[in-house]
Nanobody
């Protein structure tokens, strides 16, 4: 019914930048809440940043001032601009969506993308 497809991960040197994208597809009218999580080896998945369809956003303390989340509501797409990357940012990054309103008026929650690897290393 709904798919989240991520892109943009890769290998980057410390101090470099990457931009992740996540597009939600399906019979979607609106996605109220979209977020990025990450999971490093041996660690729990953690919230990186979130954004509402109304323009609100929230960031983990560890990425404030370096990462920027943005949305294109018309495309049901969320972006994560990551600047000044550090080795500790290395993780698999996952897109998450909640409050997915379909044309049928059904509302779906807790959809995840397949994950994209981000590696920060010299």
């Amino acid at each position: 019914q709904v798919q989240l497809v991520e892109s943009g991960g890769g290998l980057v040197q410390p101090g470099g930048s990457l931009r992740l994208s996540c597009a939600a597809s399906g019979s979607i009218v609106r996605v109220n809440f979209m977020a990025w999580y990450r999971q490093a080896p041996g660690k729990q998945r953690e919230l990186v940043a979130s954004a509402t369809s109304g323009g609100g956003s929230n960031y983990a303390d560890s990425v404030k001032g370096r990462f920027t989340i943005s949305r294109d509501n018309a495309k049901n797409t969320v972006y994560l601009q990551m600047d000044s990357l550090k080795p500790e940012d290395t993780a698999v990054y996952y897109c998450n969506a909640n409050g997915i309103r379909l044309i049928s008026s059904t509302i779906l929650n807790n959809y995840w993308g397949q994950g994209t690897q981000v590696t920060v290393s010299s």
